[in-house]
């Protein structure tokens, strides 16, 4: 049974949670654009908003290119100057800190949307259940560290990009990769999986219009009133 359990989680459940969060992201955003909105509350109220939404929005940032580079860039490209070992001090130290960033802000916007009779009006269940998720995901990543300071010289994380570039290369088997993996990485795995499988249905689709073109658009010229 566990062996079962073992391949759909960690051979099927990422190519599931892929092609929904693809599909799903196309098909909203075709289909139900008046959606497609961060759904910000900071005019309801403002105060301790911003400082909440700057560490949340920092720290998760620091969290996801963190995970993407160090998880997919091959080993060949940092081997020669960034030993195994002190990649994994680094991902440690700086996930650590964008971990604690991330779950102060996120705890004191799931506090405010959950307390502020305004904020909770205007709130969904999916967007209470999605926050909720994104706390819970933070703490498992967070209590990884603690295993992965038990393996100094990278094998546990070794275990973990070995899955992850499986799975994007379109390996078969990538769950071998995970043998022996602590249950907690394996849990960390799993609620991530899950939550790229509800993207499509939260306000997490507003990650996919980042304002990137204001850093190089012209300034606007405003008049005053008079």
Request: aromatic residues 16%; hydrophobic residues 50%; proline residues 4%.
């Amino acid at each position: 049974m566990m062996h079962y359990l073992n391949v759909f989680f960690y051979d099927i459940y990422p190519y599931l949670c892929g092609t929904v969060f693809l599909l799903g992201s196309w098909l909203r955003y075709d289909y139900g654009q008046y959606t497609w909105r961060a759904g910000s509350s900071q005019m309801l109220d403002k105060k301790g908003f911003r400082l909440a939404s700057n560490l949340f929005h920092i720290g998760i940032l620091g969290i996801f290119f963190g995970h993407f580079f160090g998880m997919l860039t091959p080993h060949w490209m940092y081997q020669p100057f960034l030993p195994v070992p002190v990649k994994q001090q680094m991902a440690m130290w700086l996930g650590g800190v964008c971990g604690v960033l991330t779950l102060v802000g996120g705890l004191m916007l799931l506090w405010r949307r959950l307390m502020n009779p305004r904020v909770r009006a205007s709130s969904s269940t999916a967007d209470i259940l999605i926050l909720s998720l994104l706390m819970i995901q933070c703490l498992l990543g967070l209590s990884s560290i603690p295993f992965s300071a038990q393996h100094t010289d990278g094998s546990e994380m070794l275990k973990l990009v070995g899955w992850a570039q499986a799975i994007v290369t379109f390996h078969g088997g990538a769950s071998a990769h995970l043998d022996g993996v602590a249950y907690v990485f394996r849990a960390h795995l799993i609620l991530g999986m899950t939550l790229f499988l509800l993207f499509p249905f939260t306000r997490l689709v507003h990650m996919w219009s980042a304002p990137l073109e204001y850093i190089t658009r012209h300034y606007q010229l405003v008049r005053s009133r008079r």
